[in-house]
């Protein structure tokens, strides 16, 4: 840590911050410069914190050298967490990124339902998605069918070979969530309500954690470290587009360099989310591009057997006609990317 | 509702639209311009969302003429929510604005915490606020005592004849927390945590609702309308900050026109956190000076008996003499306020 | 237009509100509904302007249903922009995308320059750019080296036939710039300074124009339109990243979706801009892949002889090296996106 | 400036980053850290800058300790700037905050402005605004009047004892503005146009500079740099609101904070625009309080004799009776705050 003291710190301040690193066990260097002090403390110690020396008098700032997230760094763990399923699929490191699709809400129509995951299957993709509890903004808007939703959609998935995704709005779900879904997601607006993070940080379910409208990569990743510090490694992470101040043409601003930042800075697997990431059908298949261009392990992606009847979402869902025309183009640029970036990599060595 | 439709929308995509919305009870007019056909829909019906004529073929936009929130709209109830407590002090309405202190998490040492409770009695403030539960960005800080710091919160709020108020971040602590607190605070991180806005709206505990980082005006109302939705009608709004592109020498930028205009749209009271909404000590008073100049109805104060030695925001709490010397000109600013408000509202029955 | 009125506004304020539009030639329909009168005012006039009618007692919204900017818009012309050069380079339409490489500033050093330019056209780039006014936040940083550096631009792009590229800063140089640039730049900062965009709408100049920091793509097009208005057709756009409230790992966050979305509405020629976009040499390639990818005209690259050594944005700069190895993969990509659109569509025909 | 290196940076990365410091005076100390070496350069350089250091290889970031304005900041020059006019009027320091007040545009009616003129002189305000330039989003506004407004600005606030105030928008206007008008305005959209800075820079004429959309406090200080940097040192910044996600009640966010911020940092008197920062009537008056609570130096309002025929922005102009209404309890806000705090200031002493 750095700790940059205010232009006019007493000496008496000075040494109380010397003295409070000493007594935790840094290493202390001091710099007088022309206008302020500047304390290095060397060392990696948690016995004391960043906002607790911030609260000293006389310290302007306190930077923190180390990111923050450690378990979800690549300090820690050098090659990509990969997440494997008991069908063979694969999510992360070199593997090909693979296609989440499905309703935004499970309805109360099952025949709907298992078309949209025959459509899926037929074109490829391995994981079958839909929302039993939903978080809307109004409560006006239609909430979800409950457990119904996810016995539908197991069964679905179960009769096309797709595994099931859904999202959890409350630790209390948990078990019974278990029982019907291979990957859990949390929404965009859970992303830092710790007590859910927490309790599926102690199951072992893959998660899909969405970044909040308004998480910094560096609280993104953090949010992923309470998952990774209850013992749950396996974490997906999903760029879904954040707020801006422009809101005309698009829901969000999808965040497409966050994907390669990410890459660098920490191992998970990370996939895009281009239906919520714009919120219009026309943007879906270049932004799944661009999200697949720059490095995604994945793409999720909202499709509806009758979007203008879909009770949630249905702007910028997919019906299966536009979803089989898209996909031949996605699957097309997925498989050559792959190609490529397997081949290279084998060409390398 | 409004539905403007699309440049190069077909005369079956509008007969759609026209059948859709007569089939549900709207007046239907048909307005063709020379560019783009523009519907209008009257009548106030829920059984068909904007959502779901916005997924229909061929339209461009949905304009919702009424604003979404209706149980906190002034439209349905003209006069302000006044909130009263068993103690005789009051919330809204033309009464005095309140005062909530106290450290950002209850620790360990109750001698501490009847401090501030004692310098908070002294200069006239009606709540004693501390943390029990903290939800905290990293994993690696600390997350509260829990229960204990709840006795001890309301320990000390009785010994000095002070209400209390703590956040709540789990549906299942409802009723634990019942036991100790006056008013339960739904924190920013939680705004859109929908599961805990139900819960908390079953029950008839007055609630803190804190604006969501980047929450809208609009968003923010209409998570106060879960809580009313659902029975609980004591709903005390509080605005604590948005996230900007700024964050050099404010924690957030606070929103202080958002004051006067959720007054004009809402009934509900509204408070004012300037602790964590600049992050900075000295800029407590100016802003808490600026919150009730615009017509808020409280003010929530960070006050730690020892800040240096705090285990969580440290850097933005007052210290018991720092608080004491602010509070003196806070006192004297808000009764002159309050005492020209009423009286001017007097003079001019 | 749309005109709702406040939910207590009275019969003579509609009236004042009807009269006015009819005076102006507007056909009008007005809608009572339970809550909110609703105005509908068909025709497209320019003698009537929203904000005319917005500031009149008991309107509480005016809402353009036409998109603002005109000769922007595909509305107005459905067909590509496609800009010729005199070497038969175009930018614009089906053709291939172009590339625009060079220092963020040209330094006193003719030979530097001239290797940079040797690079790019040896990778098969079209345009040598390099500023000689540059626009600093402080104003203790370098600031450009005026004519000097544009007689070295032109000096290098003759000797190996490329193009150049140089911002304008003012008016005022105008005539002394088109003595040695192909492409006029207005950078994002001055995105709405109207005197400099009229300035260059007067002659026939092209145009690259990017996006201002916080322009939303309504006024990033309507920054467009003045130059439109003013004469000058050959505009192309520049999407090179907006300011987001996350600038810990990239500079800014660019919003590759604003390119498909601009290309739907606009006929304008677009390219992305990785370098200022990002901040971040690692990124230049992906992020350039990524605008390609959804449909960009171009991309703008800084490379420079010795980044280390460069007098402005040296940490964003490739080298040449760096440059080499990155456009042998971009080129591919190029090569492969272009032969794939221009087959597609002969094969649809 | 303090030079952090990537985890992973080579030891001759290092010395290179070592020697370039050395060779440019600073004293150098090296932390090498478990993970990170941290490098302290000592001294207050110009010749190496920060982003020279971020180009090197093996550079992960480099932390200025030093605010990057100089001229404006309290470090060298403690006391307040008084900027002082012929006839005794000043802004700055302890005096009387001052209210500027004004029709957005002037436009071809001289008894209308003499009539605003009128009623500012009535209520004791200092100054007359109004633009003769207008820098307007769209092509299809209108854009001013011109020297012709020039003259009648002077012309009425001469006939009425006002100072006058208008924004300039090209260097090339600066001789003919300075005939005119007693303080020149740099609009937000010019925030950060340098060429003009550098102009207003070289007169003597005081400067009122708005903060741009999205600058953020420090961008707006550098800006304010340049002005005094190129020699005129009566420069008056205004806080005019800036660009959020949401601008559905509001066109801008005021930061209020802000204005004690740039007290702390800087020596230069600031203002307050809360027509422009609300861009509604009913927030002009709770605002400007909030403004002057917070210690602006001056308020910034438009008034126009005619709003519902203003030729811009005319939803937030006040006419001349709502104008005198709201005068009238900002003055005596104004006055006994101001007494107040000089009164306070002379018990303190």
């Known amino acids: ?158 009769a096309t070979g797709l595994l099931t995704v859904s999202e959890i709005m409350d630790a209390s779900d948990l078990d019974m969530m278990c029982k019907y879904v291979d990957v859990l997601q949390i929404g965009a607006r859970n992303v830092q309500n710790f007590k859910l993070l927490h309790a599926v940080g102690k199951c072992n379910k893959p998660v899909i954690l969405k970044r909040g409208l308004s998480s910094t990569i560096r609280e993104f990743l953090l949010a992923a470290e309470h998952i990774l510090y209850y013992g749950n490694q396996n974490v997906i992470l999903c760029e879904r587009g954040i707020r801006s101040f422009d809101s005309a043409f698009t829901r969000n601003v999808m965040d497409i360099a966050s994907i390669p930042v990410i890459k660098k800075y920490s191992h998970l697997p990370i996939i895009v989310d281009p239906s919520h990431g714009t919120g219009q059908r026309y943007l879906i298949e270049p932004m799944a591009k661009a999200g697949l261009v720059v490095g995604a392990d994945g793409v999720m992606i909202e499709v509806h057997h009758d979007p203008e009847y879909a009770l949630s979402d249905g702007k910028q869902s997919l019906s299966i006609p536009m979803f089989k025309d898209i996909m031949k183009r996605l699957n097309s640029f997925n498989n050559r990317l792959h190609y490529e970036k397997t081949c290279l990599s084998a060409n390398v060595k």
Chains 1, 2, 3, 4 share one sequence.
Not at 10 to 28: A, H, M, S
Not at 87 to 95: A, P, Q, R, S, T
Not at 106 to 130: H, I, P, Q, S, T
């Open 1 to 158: 840590m750095i700790i940059i003291m205010e232009r006019n710190a007493t000496k008496v301040q000075k040494l109380r911050v010397i003295d409070l690193l000493k007594d935790n066990g840094f290493e202390v260097r001091c710099n007088e410069g022309d206008v302020h002090t500047v304390i290095d403390a060397l060392g990696d110690k948690t016995s004391l914190t960043p906002g607790r020396l911030a609260a000293l008098e006389g310290v302007k700032e306190v930077k923190v050298i180390r990111e923050p997230f450690r378990l979800a760094s690549r300090d820690r763990k050098e090659e990509d967490t990969v997440i494997e399923f008991h069908n063979g699929v694969k999510i992360g490191g070199d593997n090909k990124p693979v296609f989440m699709v499905g309703p935004c809400s499970v309805e109360d129509d099952y025949n709907g339902l298992l078309k949209v995951a025959k459509a899926a299957k037929e074109m490829g993709c391995e994981f079958l998605r839909g929302g039993a509890f939903k978080p809307r903004t109004s409560p006006y808007d239609f909430q979800g069918y409950g457990e119904k939703a996810l016995q539908f959609l197991r069964k679905a998935a179960d």
